[in-house]
Antibody, heavy 123, light 112 residues
Framework: EVQLVESGGGLVQPGGSLRLSCAAS????????MSWVRQAPGKGLEWVSS????????YYADSVKGRFTISRDNSKNTLYLQMNSLRAEDTAVYYC????????????????WGQGTLVTVSS | HSVLTQPPSVSGAPGQRVTISCTGS?????????VHWYQQLPGTAPKLLIY???HRPSGVPDRFSGSKSGTSASLAITGLQAEDEADYYC????????????FGTGTKVTVL
């Protein structure tokens, strides 16, 4: 059974940093690209960042480019999102998501989602 | 703002059929990129509902069906049930944007 368990969310002040983690199990982790998708309170889904199975390729939404860094440790089956220079508009539930096809960053199909972790940016 | 537009809400009585549209453009759905649909029940994470335009993952009832034509796609729910009350999102790829996917604006389905 595929499981994705996020952690690391919490309350942080504007300009602060936070690192999210996603522990994956139930599949061969390095065979799949992984993504972070966020959802602001009462709003829709927004794709944030993706990384290939090896971690050598990464993509970012324009809204987080230069501030967020996605990475993965395939030896630990764990995905990360380092978030710096946080803003109020980054407040959201952040979901870890597994690509539905394979190791290459593809066209967006997600077949499994984590339960999400809430990040609140406020003074 | 999203490049895939959905109606904010649709509603229907139990047993009725409702459809949700997902309108894109020539750089996404119209370019031939596939459309996927996700269901988000209240307070939970999204779940894959339809993939590659028309396919249902194992366990998804056949009351749910997807279609795609031109620059749009649709999700239909027949025999609407109370447990179908949720938010629904379409997703595709847009060649004018960086990244691996773009989501629709989302549609709230209410069972009357």
């Amino acid at each position: 059974e595929v499981q994705l368990v996020e952690s690391g969310g919490g309350l942080v002040q504007p300009g602060g940093s936070l690192r999210l983690s996603c522990a994956a199990s139930g599949f061969t982790f390095n065979n799949y690209a992984m993504s972070w998708v966020r959802q602001a309170p009462g709003k829709g889904l927004e794709w944030v960042s993706s990384t290939s199975g090896s971690g050598s390729s990464t993509y970012y939404a324009d809204s987080v480019k230069g501030r967020f860094t996605i990475s993965r440790d395939n030896s630990k089956n764990t995905l990360y999102l380092q978030m710096n220079s946080l803003r109020a508009e980054d407040t959201a539930v952040y979901y870890c998501a597994k690509d539905g096809v394979g190791a290459t960053i593809g066209l967006g199909l997600i077949d499994y989602w984590g339960q999400g972790t809430l990040v609140t940016v406020s003074s | 703002h999203s490049v895939l537009t959905q109606p904010p809400s649709v509603s229907g009585a139990p047993g009725q059929r409702v459809t949700i549209s997902c309108t894109g453009s020539s750089s996404n759905i119209g370019a031939g990129y596939d459309v996927h649909w996700y269901q988000q029940l209240p307070g939970t994470a999204p779940k894959l509902l339809i993939y590659y335009n028309t396919h249902r993952p194992s366990g998804v009832p056949d009351r749910f069906s997807g279609s795609k034509s031109g620059t749009s796609a649709s999700l239909a729910i027949t025999g609407l049930q109370a447990e179908d009350e949720a938010d629904y999102y379409c997703q595709s790829y847009d060649s004018s944007l960086s990244g691996s996917g773009v989501f629709g604006t989302g549609t709230k389905v209410t069972v009357l």
